[in-house]
């Protein structure tokens, strides 16, 4: 199992299905950029927010490889 010590490399399960880089509940963006909301000292998941969401509600969802 990795620890800390090596580089990061993951699969991100998302939900926001109106997000641009969202496809088949999947995450499809190059990075992410989480940061902490409310008081920006996160107590619980619900004090977390993803900050490279894009609204993709207007245009096109993410398309490559497809
Ligand atoms: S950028 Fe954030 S909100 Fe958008 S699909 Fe990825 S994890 Fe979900």
Same mark, same amino acid.
């Given at each position: ?5 090596? &580089?990061? $490399? ?6 926001? =299905? ?8 999947? +995450?499809? &963006?190059? $990075? ?6 409310? =008081? ?8 977390? +927010? ?17």
């Amino acid at each position: 199992m990795a620890g800390k010590d090596t &580089a990061p $490399s993951m699969q991100v399960k998302c939900h926001v =299905d109106n997000c641009y880089y969202y496809k088949n509940s999947m +995450c499809h &963006a190059t $990075s992410l950029e989480i940061n902490p909301t409310g =008081d920006r000292k996160a107590q619980t998941s619900e004090g977390t +927010c993803c900050s490279t969401f894009v609204n993709g509600s207007n245009g096109p969802h993410y398309t490559a490889g497809m």
